[in-house]
């Protein structure tokens, strides 16, 4: 129904907008603590507004009635999230622009529509792979030095940054296959969980204080509102109305929120080849899912109808 791809799209604008301010909050809160530190409180807040949200949404009865596969999918769904969450804010720490970490990030769709082909059977027509093609090879401009030698060939983070979109996008699919037996709140919920104990092992693990600065906190607060609450949700809500290349033409524009964000909050900004390449690599994944989603071959219709 038209009135359902309208939600699914609104979803996934709220959740792209959410998620780019992750970026910089998470990225302000992490100059001032500790990974380890910042998780705990982090998803903390994320897990105390999921349950207060998943009660009031009455949504929680179905947590107690799971059948077996659905359990092993979410404890699956809990280590994924644990090695993306992860390697996902550790790139976010190690490179300094959060634009650039984002830009580099945009290679999560091709993974994404690749593994929708692959394992779910997708349509991949030439169209999507010149798209694929032109993100590749804007995420290899973005995360080129200039150096030749295989060491330093890419800026530090760059490999993170790969291994995250990897899980990510096995995450979204495993999630796409299920999400119609377990609610967008469940996931969530057992996303947050998973991830609080895991913050919980690494601050005794690495010896690091509970106490933090206020001016963290606060940042904390705010991002953690935004994310892995408020960005998350919307997301897995946008999957439910509309195919997931739908959901990630939305959310290529994420790139662009990031670059604003980062120049306002911390002055700064891409090196030239960087911009292109950012460029490039929305450029190549607007192609790609407009593709998948049949953009062009409707535009190819319309074409010939009027000859």
Same mark, same amino acid.
């Given at each position: ?15 792209t ?22 998780g ?50 550790l790139s ?23 593994? =929708?082909?692959?394992? !779910?059977g ?7 792979? /010149?798209?694929? #093609?032109?993100? %590749? &090879? $804007? ?20 490999g ?9 996008a096995?995450?979204?699919l ?9 609610s967008?709140?469940i ?29 963290a ?26 195919e997931v ?9 994420? =790139?662009?929120?990031? !670059? ?8 700064? /900004?891409?090196? #030239?080849?960087? %911009? &292109? $390449? ?30």
């Amino acid at each position: 129904m038209k009135s359902d791809r309208i939600k699914g799209y609104i979803f996934a604008l709220i959740g792209t907008l959410a998620f780019s301010n992750e970026y910089i909050f998470s990225k302000a809160a992490m100059n001032e603590v500790h990974l380890a530190q910042f998780g705990v409180y982090w998803f903390t807040i994320s897990t105390v507004l999921m349950i207060l949200y998943t009660l009031f949404s009455k949504k929680m009865s179905p947590l107690f009635s799971l059948a077996r596969p659905q359990i092993y999918i979410l404890i699956l769904l809990g280590f994924l999230e644990i090695l993306t969450t992860t390697s996902f804010y550790l790139s976010i720490h190690i490179i300094p622009d959060p634009a650039v970490t984002s830009f580099l990030g945009n290679i999560y769709p091709v993974m994404l529509v690749f593994g =929708g082909v692959v394992l !779910l059977g997708e349509k991949f027509g030439p169209i999507e792979i /010149f798209g694929a #093609v032109l993100a %590749l &090879v $804007g995420t290899f401009i973005i995360g080129y030095t200039g150096e030749s030698s295989l060491k330093n060939l890419f800026i530090p983070g760059t490999g993170i940054v790969l291994l995250n979109t990897f899980l990510a996008a096995v995450g979204s699919l495993i999630i796409k296959v299920h999400i119609k037996k377990l609610s967008p709140e469940i996931i969530n919920l057992n996303r947050s969980v998973w991830l609080l104990i895991f913050s919980v092992i690494m601050l005794w693990a690495y010896r690091q204080p509970l106490h933090i600065p206020f001016s963290a906190l606060k940042n904390i607060a705010i991002g953690a509102t935004l994310g892995p609450f408020l960005a998350i949700l919307t997301i897995y809500y946008s999957l439910r109305y509309i195919e997931v290349s739908r959901s990630s033409i939305v959310q290529s524009l994420k =790139g662009i929120f990031v !670059l604003i964000g980062a120049y306002l909050f911390f002055g700064t /900004f891409p090196q #030239v080849h960087q %911009l &292109v $390449g950012g460029l490039f690599s929305i450029a190549g994944i607007l192609i790609m899912t407009l593709a998948q989603a049949g953009f062009f071959h409707h535009i190819k219709i319309k074409y010939f109808s009027r000859i």
